[in-house]
């Protein structure tokens, strides 16, 4: 382990600790609600990462001004571009979590995942 | 030239058996499939109350937490597990990133010949000054197709989970908050009233502008979206659907769509090379340049904003 690298590249590092953070909540709440929200903080530690990627230190974004069309001039703009169809992906998976969520909880009065599957079981399903 | 058969003859072809299989006239596993009548299944009363019973009372005791060692135990092992599992991807991954090149360092192998290639002759195949939306409305049309059509498709999801039946009174009076909604917010309204033309012609310019500058289809229909659900809280849905109901919804992202894809399936009929453009480009910098971006980033905005409001709506009271 590189601990001047790590030190360096400190902010892939924050990426990767907001995913661990993310992932831990997907983990350990029981609330599907707060697992949702999990889930998003790791779509976001995602972008942060991607977009870090794509940074090359003192050059501007890829908008083309007065002429000047070297490489030299601008960032990479291929991560900017995914990034743009991971928060799209995002945004309708998490609304339709968010409605099945509901669904959940209209047929069983509660958001504890637990308590859903106990149910669910003495159902008989 | 064809042959008339006779009616026997007929009988015995295989475009016979297709049209009785669709007809439903005959069974085609009638006298080849073996079969047998089926019997019903039965169970004394009281075999099935013992049953019954039985299961009760294991489901009890397995599901009675409190009492439940085994359960309890199991829960505590897998929070452990799950922090170990947690703590042990995270180091995985900060020794992976110490390992990485320099964050903002341009010797990286991301930055290789597919960025360069983008930068360099980007403006000359796409004719957008902004170099990110000619890649992603012109190199890759067909992903950002996908995308908007994953955005329509979610929306259409969510109406079928949460839509409630406007015949079934009781629960369309729950979920219907109209009657609880403060009737004339006097704050809210005025605020919407200064805000609300500023912000649709701030997304209009976004997603007019988005081939000239920061923005584009996606954060200009999010603008919008954001200026209807703004104008929604402030005067109720009354109003609002006097312009924008679930049909008009409905009947604005299928033209947007199938404006996109008519519009881009046109390299299709030009030798399928996608690069070279056969639509003059025109001067990059004017607005009415670079192709077909223009048309591309309003069907874009358009779907997006109505997606975002249609979410808001559904969420609030389970329709328009």
Redesign the interface.
């Known amino acids: 382990?590189?601990?001047a690298?790590?030190l360096?590249?400190y902010?892939?590092?924050v990426a990767?600790?907001l995913?661990?953070i993310g992932?831990?909540n997907l983990?350990?709440q029981k609330n599907l609600i707060k697992k949702i929200i999990g889930l998003n903080i790791m779509d976001t530690a995602t972008y942060l990462f991607l977009a870090?990627?794509?940074?090359?230190?003192?050059r501007k974004?890829?908008?083309?001004v007065d002429g000047v069309?070297?490489?030299e001039?601008?960032i990479?703009?291929?991560?900017?571009?995914l990034v743009?169809?991971g928060?799209?992906?995002s945004?309708?998976?998490t609304?339709?979590m968010?409605?099945?969520t509901?669904?959940l909880y209209r047929r069983y009065h509660t958001l504890d995942l637990d308590e859903i599957t106990?149910r669910l079981?003495?159902e008989?399903l | 030239m064809s042959k008339k058969l006779s009616e026997e003859q007929y009988r015995k072809t295989r475009s016979f058996q297709l049209k009785q299989w669709l007809d439903g006239t005959k069974d085609p596993f009638l006298d080849t499939v073996e079969m047998k009548p089926q019997e019903e299944f039965r169970e004394d009363r009281t075999v099935i109350r013992e049953r019954s019973e039985e299961k009760k009372r294991l489901l009890e005791k397995v599901y009675d937490l409190e009492h439940n060692a085994e359960m309890r135990i199991f829960q505590r092992i897998y929070r452990i597990f799950s922090v170990i599992f947690c703590v042990s991807l995270v180091l995985m991954l900060l020794i992976a990133v110490s390992n990485l090149p320099t964050v903002g360092a341009f010797e990286r192998p991301v930055n290789n010949e597919v960025a360069k290639r983008y930068i360099e002759d980007g403006l000359d195949e796409t004719g957008a000054v902004n170099i990110v939306t000619g890649m992603i409305l012109d190199y890759r049309a067909f992903d950002t197709l996908g995308e908007s059509h994953v955005l329509f498709i979610a929306t259409c999801t969510v109406l079928i989970l949460l839509r409630i039946d406007k015949k079934n009174s009781k629960d369309y009076m729950e979920a219907n908050d109209r009657t609880h909604e403060p009737k004339n917010d006097i704050i809210l309204q005025t605020v919407a009233r200064i805000l609300v033309p500023p912000i649709f012609i701030f997304g209009i310019y976004v997603i007019l502008c988005g081939h000239l500058g920061p923005g584009g289809g996606f954060s200009g229909g999010a603008v919008i979206g954001a200026g209807l659900i703004l104008y929604l809280n402030a005067f109720g849905f009354a109003k609002t659907e006097r312009f924008f109901t679930e049909k008009i919804y409905k009947r604005m992202s299928f033209c947007a769509l199938a404006c996109y894809a008519l519009a881009k399936s046109y390299s299709f009929y030009t030798g399928a090379n996608h690069i070279e453009s056969i639509i003059p480009l025109g001067t990059p910098g004017a607005i009415l340049s670079s192709g077909l971006i223009l048309i591309l980033n309003i069907c874009v905005g358009v779907v997006v904003a109505g997606t975002m409001y249609t979410f808001y709506a559904i969420f609030r009271k389970g329709g328009y």
């Open positions: 382990m590189n601990l690298n790590l360096n590249n902010e892939e590092a990767m600790i995913f661990g992932f831990s983990l350990l870090l990627k794509g940074y090359i230190a003192g974004a890829p908008i083309v069309r070297s490489v001039a601008y990479n703009p291929i991560p900017s571009g743009l169809t928060i799209v992906v945004v309708s998976v609304a339709l968010l409605s099945l509901i669904r106990t079981k003495k008989g």
